[in-house]
Nanobody
Framework: QVQLVESGGGSVQAGGSLTLSCAAS????????MGWFRQAPGKEREGVAR???????TYAESVKGRFTISKDNAKNLLTLEMNSLKPEDAAMYYC????????????????????WGQGTQVTVSS
């Protein structure tokens, strides 16, 4: 069973940086698409970034150029490096995964992610 555990959330001042981590297990066989999502109070869940089994990435326009998603398959670790943080980046951040069948499978807008972590809170103060 795939298990995901996020860490690294906290409070940071606007303009600062924070790196989130997602420790994954159950990835010894098969290849997965993984992503970061966030949800702020009163808002819908938003896809932040994704990385597929080939290492290709995509980002929400709101974070492009500021956030970097990466994964270390040897360590089963997904990270989200967040720079130049803005108050609007404050949210609960979730790590998610789905088996990746290749091609553009990972990047379908309505792709279902069956595996989720519990989330880690990010607060950005002005």
């Amino acid at each position: 069973q795939v298990q995901l555990v996020e860490s690294g959330g906290g409070s940071v001042q606007a303009g600062g940086s924070l790196t989130l981590s997602c420790a994954a297990s159950g990835f010894t066989s098969g290849r997965y698409c993984m992503g970061w999502f966030r949800q702020a109070p009163g808002k819908e869940r938003e896809g932040v970034a994704r990385v597929d089994r080939d290492g290709r990435t995509t980002y929400a326009e709101s974070v492009k150029g500021r956030f970097t998603i990466s994964k270390d398959n040897a360590k089963n670790l997904l990270t989200l490096e967040m720079n130049s943080l803005k108050p609007e980046d404050a949210a609960m951040y979730y790590c998610a995964a789905v088996f990746d069948w290749g091609g553009s499978y990972c990047f379908r807008q309505n792709r279902d992610f069956p595996y989720w972590g519990q989330g880690t809170q990010v607060t950005v103060s002005s």
